[in-house]
């Protein structure tokens, strides 16, 4: 049986709620009342993309929301997207927050409790907090302005998570953002936040997935949205589990007890974007010869589980592109440009398996992440959304001259006042298994369509740490 029939509303916000819980000891979200508006001059692609992501986002929390939207057509790109074609907006971000969460207070235009206010827009009453994505920029509060490119849905998508954070942040007594201005172009704030190109219509060529859940959906969530193509084999064991439903913005109540690669699948091939699924784990795959035979162009590592990050740097991957949480707030974006940059091991150094000897990079400062089987991650509802669009705007610049354009880690930090991303370049490890891994690589990945960043002539002007 799927879905979540037979449960309470007390049932199913206890296990929905937990990883949220893991994060923050107020329980105040719980009460929260969230009115979100779309405002009548705000009505594009990214406006509208801003509005389904803020709501989407905030029925993985808030059990209160009231909408208000002008009377405009849901944005074919977003009907196709969620299958909710020839709806007014407002109506498809209320069935989406339905979707999500099916005890949820949902309503247009009422809610005569005070609530904390949301407005995408430029024309924010006092009071609101507006919010805007133009382009590769997100702004919020009084650094919102209209102009720019409304084609680009990164920039409204990270707005939307700001917006979240700040209804939030509100909810649960944290001082909240105020003026906020990020590029996710050049990944720099306030006034040094550059606009970026447009995006190109870009293929990633054949592309591993592993990892489908709240990063990795949310991923996925935004790939077709990007205009991003490809070839998509996505691999995970799991099925989608209520508390999954606090941060995926692609699973709903519906889903629960489904295979998670076949809502992926279903949304991405739905969406125009080649994809396959399988439902096992990243080992158990590779072992039975289902993946890597025939070498992908890309892999994104969204999963930790089971040793997962040692066992996709032992195949000598590709390029590598992805997104993480930590529990302080904080969402990153990773990226590993073989034989030139660190590796996911060294950047990950694991536990080892008894009677295999510890990696000298094992003594690094970076976390390590311990868990042989699936962990709970404990997370917020906005920051695996951050994440992800940090990691697809890495991804879409795969496709402009000049990459890689920025560095390899990222950070934004959702506790404080959001006014820089921290990015910092990480080097190879001494020690760690990818220095025995060049020749190997390029007998396995010459002919993939990201080799020619990993000039092995690099190798020698990059310095170990
Ligand atoms: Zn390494």
Redesign the pocket.
């Known amino acids: 049986m799927t879905g979540i029939a037979g449960l309470t509303a007390d049932e199913f916000y206890d296990r929905r709620d937990h990883r949220t819980d893991l994060v923050v000891a107020s329980p105040a979200y719980r009460a929260a009342s969230i009115r979100i508006t779309l405002s009548p001059h705000a009505t594009s692609f990214a406006d509208q993309v801003a509005f389904l992501t803020a709501v989407n986002l905030t029925a993985r929390w808030c059990r209160r929301i009231s909408l208000s939207a002008p009377a405009v057509a849901l944005d074919s790109r977003l009907g196709t997207a969620f299958g909710l074609s020839g709806m007014s907006a407002v109506k498809a971000a209320a069935a989406l927050a339905h979707a999500a969460d099916p005890f949820a207070r949902v309503g247009v235009d009422l809610v005569p409790e005070p609530t904390i206010h949301l407005v995408i827009g430029t024309d924010a009453p006092r009071g609101t907090y507006p919010i805007l994505g133009r382009g590769w920029l997100a702004m919020a509060g009084d650094a919102v302005r209209g102009d720019g490119d409304t084609e680009n849905p990164l920039g409204a998508v990270l707005a939307a998570c700001v917006g979240v954070a700040y209804l939030f942040r509100t909810a649960v007594g944290i001082p909240r953002p105020a003026r906020v201005r990020l590029s996710l172009w050049n990944l720099r704030g306030g006034e040094a936040a550059g606009q970026g190109p447009r995006l190109p219509q870009a293929s990633l060529g054949r592309v591993l997935v592993v990892g489908c859940g709240a990063v990795g959906s949310a991923i996925l969530y935004l790939i077709p949205l990007a205009g991003l193509g490809g070839v998509f084999e996505l691999v995970d064991h799991d099925r989608v589990q209520i508390s999954n439903l606090s941060t995926a913005p692609i699973f709903f109540a519906d889903n629960v007890g489904d295979d998670k690669v076949e809502i992926a699948v279903e949304y991405l091939k739905r969406n125009r974007v080649a994809a396959v699924t399988h439902a096992s784990w990243f080992d158990e795959a590779v072992a039975a010869g289902r993946i890597l035979v025939e070498r992908p162009d890309l892999i994104i590592p969204a999963a930790n589980e089971r040793n997962v990050r040692r066992q996709i740097?032992h195949q000598a991957p590709p390029l590598q592109v992805y997104g993480t949480t930590g529990k302080n707030w904080d969402a990153f974006v990773g990226r590993h440009i073989p034989l030139k940059e660190?590796?996911?091991?060294?950047?990950f150094p694991q536990a080892q398996p008894v009677g295999e000897p510890p990696l000298i990079?094992g003594s690094g400062t970076l976390p390590t992440v311990p868990e042989l089987e699936t962990p709970v991650t404990a997370t917020l509802p906005f920051l695996p959304a951050v994440a992800a669009v940090m990691t697809v705007a890495e991804l879409i610049k795969t496709a402009l001259p000049g990459y890689p354009l920025n560095a390899n880690f990222g950070c934004l930090d959702f506790l404080g006042p959001l006014k820089h991303f921290i990015v910092v370049p990480h080097a190879?490890?001494r020690g760690?298994?990818?220095?025995e891994q060049d020749g190997v690589w390029i007998q396995l990945n010459a002919a993939t369509i990201f080799a020619q960043l990993s000039n092995s002539s690099l190798r020698d002007s990059c310095v170990r740490e």
């Open positions: 740097q660190d590796c996911l091991t060294c950047r990079c190879p490890r760690c298994i990818c220095e």
